[in-house]
């Protein structure tokens, strides 16, 4: 298995920006997508391949993975943003989440 | 509208199996590799296996290689999980989701959730 390491939580204020990381060896070599799960609710994806956002996502959110570190992004956070986040990337033949990220909107 | 609905979960006992099902509606489900991925109350996600669209390519967790089982049905648009030597840490909400041959592009739908309790 791969192991992906994300902050446990992650604060900010409204109408500021959010960076929930996502570390992993190498982790720049494979592509990281993203999902938000708020409480009670599936996970929804957020970000695929990096940095591509699917149809009907904000464009406050964006995706970068350099290094060791994939990063989302969410500008402009509001309080609809407050959720879990889990990155994900596959190792050879193995998809696994990092231990995901609250992240509260204060 | 894109649907999928799980179902088959239940109270089973150590050592014991269930098989889950996922039927899909509102997309060509033979055109979409699939997953199914688990969440332990008040844990993370922890994705447990992969299907290609022909079923030629599968993938498992470590967790779960040996034990469990993937399968799929094109023509009735149904994914399926047989669980088998059910342990209790295997107690979680059970999602499938529908992915994609190039893994990459992540699982973009979900269901929502069949519940699995494994206990004497």
């Known amino acids: 298995s791969y192991e992906l390491t994300q902050p446990p939580s992650v604060s900010v204020s409204p109408g500021q920006t959010a960076r929930i990381t996502c570390s992993g060896h190498?982790?720049?070599?494979?592509?990281v997508c993203w999902y938000q799960q708020r409480p009670g609710q599936s996970p929804v994806l957020v970000m695929y391949?990096?940095?591509k956002r699917p149809s009907g996502i904000s464009e406050r959110f964006s995706g970068s993975n350099s290094g060791n570190t994939a990063t989302l992004t969410i500008s402009g956070t509001q309080s609809m943003d407050e959720a879990d986040y889990y990155c994900?990337?596959?190792?050879?033949?193995?998809?696994?989440f990092g231990g995901g990220t609250k992240l509260t909107v204060l | 509208e894109v649907q999928l609905v799980e179902s088959g979960g239940g109270l089973v006992q150590p050592g014991g199996s269930l098989r889950l099902s996922c039927a899909a509606s509102?997309?060509?489900?033979?055109?979409?590799?699939m997953s199914w991925v688990r969440q332990a109350p008040g844990k993370g996600l922890q994705w447990l296996s992969y299907?290609?669209?022909?079923?030629?390519?599968?993938f498992y967790a470590d967790s779960v290689k040996g034990r469990f089982t993937i399968s799929r049905d094109n023509a009735n648009n149904s994914l399926y999980l047989q669980m088998d030597s059910l342990r209790a840490e295997d107690s979680a909400l059970y999602y499938c989701?529908?992915?994609?041959?190039?893994?990459?592009?992540?699982?973009?739908?979900w269901g929502q959730g069949t519940t699995v309790t494994v206990s004497s």
């Open positions: 391949q990096d940095s």
């Open positions: 509102g997309f060509s489900f033979s055109n979409h590799a």
């Open positions: 994900q990337a596959w190792d050879s033949s193995t998809g696994d």
């Open positions: 989701a529908r992915a994609s041959d190039y893994r990459p592009h992540g699982m973009d739908v």
């Open positions: 190498q982790l720049g070599d494979k592509y």
């Open positions: 299907i290609t669209t022909g079923g030629d390519n599968i």
